[in-house]
């Protein structure tokens, strides 16, 4: 029977290739995203023909209590879970207004906090289930002009060595992975990449180099509370 995977943000870059390689494994995926025809036009893209998007708002209690109800009635025992779901607002603190901080907070941190809590119950049942949270190499090494967003990142991070202790007894692992600078709609408006410090490799990151991290650590069996980083090096200059 193929394992059914839910990844929040499936609907593009990172989070639609993690997608597109588990499908491509024989999973059935689950894509969560608020906009429900982006997440459909995902599905419709993987391998397979047996995927669901559904719209959901992560940083929304009631949507995500609602989403994942409907998930184990409708799909059954959810073996996978990553959060890819993520926005980010550049800005220096002192321009930074409480909305944009609560905004960045809730989505990156609290809405990783809520899947994982809604789709728990379900994984302690399901042997080799897995959970993976995507963080920043600015979560790890820090950014001038990202500070909320680094401190949602870097909550992430204790958050998922904290769950890792709390459910490893329950045969769950949490893992996290860390990309550096990847090619996706969240850096095209970037304008400085010439700003970047240097990156060892010589390029920025491709979506599906991310994926293949991302697999390993959902696959590997004896891997729980770590933190991988995907950055072509670039947190060895930062
Ligand atoms: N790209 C990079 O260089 C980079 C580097 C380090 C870390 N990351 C992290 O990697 C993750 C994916 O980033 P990306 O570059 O792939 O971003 P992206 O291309 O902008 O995609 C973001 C995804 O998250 C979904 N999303 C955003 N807010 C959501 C919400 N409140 N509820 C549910 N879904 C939501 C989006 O769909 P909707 O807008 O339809 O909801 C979309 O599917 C993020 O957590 C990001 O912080 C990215």
Same mark, same amino acid.
């Given at each position: ?15 639609r290739?993690?997608?597109?390689l588990?499908?491509?494994r ?5 894509v969560?995203?608020r906009? $429900?025809?982006a ?11 047996d ?24 799909y059954g025992?959810?073996?996978y ?10 800005g220096?603190?002192?321009r930074?207004?409480?909305?944009v ?6 989505v990156?941190?609290l ?7 809604a ?7 399901t ?20 500070s ?7 909550? $992430?991070?204790?958050?998922t060595?904290?769950l ?11 893992n996290? $992975? ?28 491709e ?10 650590? $959902?696959l ?10 995907v ?8």
């Amino acid at each position: 029977m193929s394992r059914l995977a839910v990844v929040t943000g499936g609907s593009r870059g990172i989070g639609r290739a993690v997608a597109q390689l588990l499908a491509s494994r024989g999973c059935r995926v689950v894509v969560v995203s608020r906009d $429900l025809e982006a997440g459909r036009a995902a599905v419709a893209s993987l391998d397979g023909g047996d995927h669901v998007a559904l719209s959901c708002d992560v940083g929304q209690e009631q949507e995500v209590k609602s989403t994942f109800e409907k998930i184990r009635k409708t799909y059954g025992k959810i073996s996978y879970l990553v959060n890819s779901a993520g926005v980010n607002r550049d800005g220096l603190l002192l321009r930074q207004s409480s909305s944009v901080m609560r905004s960045l907070l809730e989505v990156n941190l609290l809405g990783s906090m809520l899947t994982c809590k809604a789709a728990l119950p379900g994984l302690m049942h399901t042997p080799g289930a897995a959970l993976l949270n995507i963080g920043s190499v600015v979560g790890v090494k820090g950014r001038a002009g990202q500070s909320v967003y680094s401190a949602s990142k870097s909550g $992430l991070e204790g958050f998922t060595r904290s769950l890792a202790k709390e459910v490893a007894s329950r045969g769950v692992r949490v893992n996290m $992975l860390v990309p550096g600078f990847i090619r996706t709609d969240m850096t095209a408006g970037l304008q400085e990449w010439s700003s970047l410090p240097p990156i060892p490799l010589g390029r920025v990151g491709e979506v599906e180099e991310v994926a293949q991290a991302a697999l390993f650590l $959902l696959l590997s069996p004896y891997v729980t509370g770590q933190t991988l980083l995907v950055d072509g090096g670039i947190s060895l200059n930062m």
